[in-house]
């Protein structure tokens, strides 16, 4: 029996979840809970979890960590049931849950898995009105490039065929010293050539260096698709927002990207309803979504975080901020169903997933038929599509 571990918010928290999984194999009676602190709503449903816990299994020790738990470590250990706060500095340390500090629990792969998360930095140097993340999480620190291609080439011999590389701010990967973000995927797809597939996780606008814009147009295994941390596509918003980027050099990556990979799926971060956002503003960023058609969009209304620039700012009514995120939902499907309908008839290459699913390329879900089992690489044609998903012949 090991350790029970919830996991809320973002990639890196995914994966340092399966890390702690691994170093609590031998807890009993545990309850880990890996808490996040990007949007009020997380928080809620950490607590939620606690307190769950608490009622369903009252004898179990409870153990919180996460990033809201490091912001407000005293909040949380007085919800009933906590035995113990531990800090993000902490939690990946093996004599954090009891064993000795030599212990090793990066993440494998259990059988059927065909797609791992490898961590590639920590923290942010960044400061956006809008968020927390840097007091939970640090400074930007990267992990060598070595270790990183030794972790994905454990998770290749374990069955893995591809790798989605993640952290707080990937596209500052080794901004002050060392290789940037290109040079490091470089180095691991030259280390490791087993991997087939290689993702990133979301992307700062403003900090794509030239090695990767060359992996982008002549490396197969660097997959057609770029998540963008946009938040915004107003100017003037950006900028309350502290972000590095304008509408106009967002739109030179997304026009760069698509000239150099054509048929890359482009998909983006938004905030709906951020502080002083009138509707005109809120108009301009619509306006820029649609015309530059995005197919995946993860789009959140504005959270008050205490403590932050934003949160001092004049506020958008909450109903206006919902109202918004729908409206931009709806143009990130309407972009979705015209992308996925130009992919009709098309050969692509399918990643076969439990259930009788898998994903393009392009990160486009798909249905399918047949009976192979997850981690197979097929050729399929495209006989259906909707805003949701492709279907495949195979």
């Known amino acids: 029996m090991s350790a029970l571990v919830l996991n809320f918010g973002c990639r890196l928290n995914a994966y340092e979840s399966e890390v702690i999984a691994g170093l609590t194999q031998s807890l009993d009676d545990t309850v880990v809970v890996n808490s996040c602190a990007v949007t009020a709503e ?19 020790a409870i153990l919180v960590t996460g990033c809201a738990a490091q912001i407000a470590p005293a909040r949380w250990a007085g919800l009933p049931g906590v035995t113990r706060v531990v800090g993000n500095a902490d ?4 004599e954090s ?24 930095q920590k923290g942010c140097d960044h400061a956006c009105t ?11 620190r990267p992990v060598p490039a070595d270790e990183i291609a030794a972790h994905v080439k454990t998770l290749v011999a374990d069955g893995v065929l591809e790798v989605v590389l993640t952290g707080v701010d990937i596209a500052s990967y080794g901004a002050e010293a060392g290789p940037r973000l ?6 691991v797809l030259a280390q490791v050539p087993g991997l087939r597939r290689l993702r990133l996780s979301s992307l700062d606008p403003a900090a794509l260096d030239a090695d990767f814009w060359a992996l982008l147009a002549d490396e197969p295994r660097l997959m057609p698709h770029l998540h963008l941390s946009l938040q915004s596509a107003s100017a003037l918003i950006l900028k309350r927002m502290r972000r590095r980027h304008s509408p106009e050099q967002a739109s030179e990556v997304i026009g760069r990207a698509r000239a150099l990979r054509p048929g890359i799926a482009i998909g983006a971060d938004l905030i709906a309803g951020f502080p002083t956002e009138c ?6 960023s619509l306006d820029w979504v649609t015309r530059h058609a995005l197919p995946y969009l993860h789009v959140f209304p504005y959270s008050e975080r205490p403590g932050t620039p934003a949160a001092r700012m004049p506020a958008v009514p909450t109903p206006v901020r919902r109202e918004r995120a729908a409206r931009l939902r709806a143009a990130g499907r309407r972009a979705a169903e015209a992308w996925h309908a130009r992919q009709l008839g098309q050969r692509v290459e399918i ?3 439990a259930g009788g699913g898998g994903h393009t390329p392009q990160f486009a879900p798909v249905r399918r038929s047949g009976d192979h089992p997850p981690g197979v690489l097929l050729n399929a044609r495209v006989t259906a599509a909707d805003a949701d998903a492709l279907t495949v012949d195979i």
């Open 42 to 60: 997380a928080e809620r449903q950490a607590r939620q979890a606690i307190r769950r816990a608490h009622r369903e299994t009252p004898g179990a």
């Open 91 to 94: 939690k990946l340390r093996p």
């Open 97 to 120: 849950w009891g064993l000795p500090p030599a212990a090793v629990a990066l993440p494998r792969a259990h059988a059927g898995r065909v797609r791992a998360l490898v961590q590639v």
């Open 279 to 284: 509707d005109a503003l809120f108009e301009e």
């Open 182 to 187: 290109g040079g490091m995927m470089r180095a």
């Open 130 to 140: 809008f968020c927390v993340i840097p007091l939970g999480r640090g400074a930007n």
């Open 351 to 353: 990643l076969t997933e």
